[in-house]
C-alpha cells in the first residue's frame, strides 16, 4: 500500500525556476528519501533526510521534513531541461520492517527551455 | 560495477506462458526486491529478500514467485502469464537504507 502522497501529481517549469514538490506520509518513519526516474529508466536516489533532521541539501537540491506534520518538501533550484523526470518520495518505517520502503505515486516534473 | 542488472529488457509473452526475468547485483548487497510500475500505481513490491536462500511476500505477490540460490542474484518467475500482468518490472538492492535500482524489464502479455 502506498503511503506517500507527492503534490503536485504534475509540475512543469521553465529552465532556471525553482521546483518544489511535497510528499506526505502516514506513520513514524527512520528516515524519507528521494528518488528520480528518468523516462523509461530506473530509480536513482537522490537525498535521505533521517526523522531527526530538518532540512538537508546536495548540490541544487534541497530536503526538509517536518515530521510533526508527517510531510517533506524537494527543492530544486535552478532547474535545467536534464531535470526533466518524475521523482517519488519513500518513507523507511522504524525497525523490524526488513528494509521495505513506502513508495509515492510520484511527480512529473518538465522543465522546458 | 555494472550495479544493477536486469535480463531481459523487453519480452512479449502469450497469455499462460512462463518466463523468468532474472536481476544480478554486484554491490554485495544482503537485500533485493522485485516490483512493479504501471501507470497511476507507482511502484508495488511483488516479492523480496534479505539474504541468499530467503524470500518473503512483497505486497503484490500472486502469480509470481522468486528464488535467490546466490547472494548476487533475484530471480523473478511468472508460472503462466495473465494480461494483468503487463508492466515494467524492476529490480533494486540495498545494504541498509537506500535502494539501487536496474534499468527494468518492459513485459507485455497478450
Known amino acids: 500500500s502506498q503511503q506517500g502522497e507527492e503534490d503536485p501529481q504534475a509540475l512543469s517549469i521553465q529552465e532556471g525556476e525553482n521546483a518544489t514538490m511535497n510528499c506526505s506520509y502516514k506513520?513514524?518513519?527512520?528516515?524519507l528519501q528521494w528518488y528520480r526516474q528518468n523516462s523509461g529508466r530506473g530509480l536513482v536516489h537522490l537525498i535521505l533526510i533521517r526523522s531527526n533532521e530538518r532540512e538537508k541539501h546536495s548540490g541544487r537540491l534541497r530536503v526538509t521534513l517536518d515530521t510533526s506534520k508527517k510531510s517533506s518538501s524537494l527543492l530544486i533550484t535552478a532547474s535545467r531541461a536534464a531535470d526533466t523526470a518524475s521523482y517519488f518520495c519513500?518513507?523507511?518505517?522504524?525497525?523490524?520492517?526488513?528494509?521495505?520502503?513506502?513508495w509515492g505515486l510520484g511527480t512529473s516534473l518538465a522543465v522546458n527551455p | 560495477n555494472a550495479g544493477v542488472t536486469q535480463t531481459p529488457k523487453f519480452r512479449v509473452l502469450k497469455t499462460g506462458q512462463s518466463m523468468t526475468l532474472l536481476c544480478a547485483q554486484d554491490?554485495?548487497?544482503?537485500?533485493m526486491y522485485w516490483y512493479r510500475q504501471d501507470p497511476g500505481m507507482g511502484l508495488r513490491l511483488i516479492h523480496y529478500?534479505?539474504?541468499?536462500?530467503?524470500?518473503a511476500k512483497g505486497e503484490v505477490p500472486d502469480g509470481y514467485n522468486v528464488s535467490r540460490l546466490k547472494k548476487q542474484n533475484f530471480l523473478l518467475g511468472l508460472e503462466s502469464a495473465a494480461p494483468s500482468q503487463t508492466s515494467v518490472y524492476f529490480c533494486a538492492s540495498s545494504a541498509w537504507e537506500t535502494q539501487y535500482f536496474g534499468p527494468g524489464t518492459r513485459l507485455l502479455v497478450l
Open positions: 519513500a518513507t523507511d518505517p522504524p525497525a523490524g520492517n526488513n528494509r521495505k520502503l513506502i
Open positions: 554491490m554485495n548487497h544482503e537485500y
Open positions: 529478500s534479505v539474504g541468499e536462500g530467503t524470500t
Open positions: 506513520t513514524s518513519i527512520n528516515n
